[in-house]
């Protein structure tokens, strides 16, 4: 099953868990409540978001004057990628990351630390650059805004359940326990997955565009190992950002676990030197990251 379609099948399921619950609480005027004034914060959010992050981080936007070597790798990245050129942002911090914003590929942004410049060579980071205006073209942030509305109407159905009790004249229990804890929870969960189903396909999309998978594997082994060693400030202080980078600033080992917004680099690792025929020296890069997970016996991209 691809990418997309897994993320659609997530995006559903968030979808029916939000009108399940809608059914368990005490009167539609409750959730119609609930879902507008979500509706309204998430989408004034989503409106802003790229200015909202750009901000958030201290990014500063870059001319071709002032980074031509970065300007000129985009701008031919992007005609592979076959979108619009996007604002290229430099984020002044040790932490070595980046990420993409925008709501559309007319309206994209992409944003790299100095701290990633100085740790990778010029393949390395055509793949990173490569990676970021995948998320572009794939309209990934659209996809997350989406799903983050829907997460936040759960939330707020949640909060709506403590005034208005259950369907009935007294508070059902069961209803209660699904608005206050379950739902949230699950809407949580889901929207993780959608956010690692996404990083295999902005990893795959990346690798066709540079053309050069290993190089993208090499870094992300160099960025999640300096992500541990060097936290994100920003991250630290809004954790809810952490799922905008290429790789999580909290690095965890073994598996894609049901907690953590980015798959796990040994398994990106794996697959991308699956991509490339099994070539390319991947057990330096995984004991880099110090981890022991076996590799997956077929792609996640599969």
Request: glycine content about 10%.
């Amino acid at each position: 099953m691809s990418g997309t379609a897994k993320t659609f099948m997530l995006m559903a399921a968030m979808t029916a868990l939000f009108m399940a619950l809608g059914f368990m609480l005490a009167g539609r005027s409750g959730m119609l409540i609930a879902l507008a004034v979500a509706g309204a914060m998430n989408a004034w959010a989503w409106w802003n978001s790229d200015s909202m992050a750009l901000r958030m981080h201290k990014a500063r936007e870059v001319s071709a004057a002032e980074a031509p070597e970065l300007h000129a790798m985009v701008e031919r990245l992007s005609a592979r990628a076959g979108i619009p050129v996007p604002r290229v942002n430099i984020i002044d911090s040790p932490h070595a990351n980046a990420f993409a914003t925008g709501r559309s590929p007319e309206k994209g942004a992409i944003a790299v630390t100095t701290g990633l410049m100085r740790i990778l060579n010029r393949d390395e980071l055509e793949g990173v650059v490569a990676h970021e205006l995948a998320h572009i073209r794939n309209r990934d942030t659209l996809i997350m805004t989406v799903t983050a509305t829907i997460a936040g109407a759960i939330g707020m159905l949640g909060n709506f359940a403590m005034m208005f009790g259950g369907s009935q004249d007294r508070p059902n229990p069961v209803a209660m326990l699904v608005a206050l804890i379950v739902a949230p929870f699950a809407a949580m969960l889901v929207q993780m997955a959608i956010s690692r189903t996404r990083e295999y396909g902005a990893d795959k999309a990346a690798a066709e565009i540079s053309g050069k998978p290993l190089a993208l594997a090499s870094a992300l082994g160099k960025l999640s190992s300096r992500a541990a060693q060097v936290p994100s400030e920003v991250a630290n202080r809004d954790p809810a950002v952490a799922h905008m980078y290429i790789v999580h600033p909290a690095i965890g080992g073994g598996r894609d676990s049901l907690f953590s917004t980015h798959p796990d680099p040994a398994n990106r690792i794996a697959a991308l030197e699956a991509m490339a025929g099994g070539a390319g020296d991947g057990g330096g890069r995984r004991s880099a990251l110090d981890v022991g997970a076996p590799r997956p016996a077929a792609s996640p991209w599969n």
